[in-house]
């Protein structure tokens, strides 16, 4: 959870710092990716509710979700900030911004096997979840 504190507060000073704009395309591109990740994030956040927890653990009695963007992606919150951070980044024109972002996601990315670990230990039927669930963070591609 720090280290995403980070991550993001990087990613909000690069914002802020180092813009440069590019062309149109590259904006548009980037506004798509970014209400993509708003969109998966905040499917996730609202399938999950009351089972949301910052930590990698599962709450004590949390149920498996299964519906909404979980039918697609295991952890689409974490999919969803990275796809907004690389968005935003994007059509800021922002180097350091698309870093950061690329940085977040290999967080995620280790954070969500840390994460499944647990999944697997705390719900029965994580592992089928799993292999029915190809993709860990974004949907079709990752």
């Not at 802020?16 to 704009?21: A, I, N, S």
């Not at 697609?72 to 951070?85: F, K, S, T």
């Not at 290999?106 to 029915?132: C, I, Q």
């Amino acid at each position: 959870v720090v280290a995403q504190a980070v991550l993001l507060g990087g990613l909000a000073a690069a914002w802020l710092l180092w813009g440069e704009g590019w062309w149109w395309g590259a904006v548009v591109a980037g506004a798509v990716l970014a209400a993509a990740g708003a969109g998966l994030a905040g499917g996730g956040l609202w399938a999950l509710r009351r089972h949301l927890t910052p930590y990698p653990t599962p709450l004590a009695d949390a149920a498996l979700v299964e519906h909404g963007p979980y039918r697609l992606a295991r952890h689409p919150i974490y999919g969803g900030i990275v796809l907004g951070a690389a968005g935003v980044s994007l059509a800021d024109g922002n180097w350091p911004g698309l870093a950061l972002a690329a940085a977040l996601g290999t967080l995620f990315w280790g954070k969500s096997g840390f994460e499944e670990r647990r999944l697997l230990a705390h719900f029965p039927g994580y592992a089928a979840y799993r292999d029915r669930v190809r993709r860990r963070l974004i949907p079709w591609v990752l």
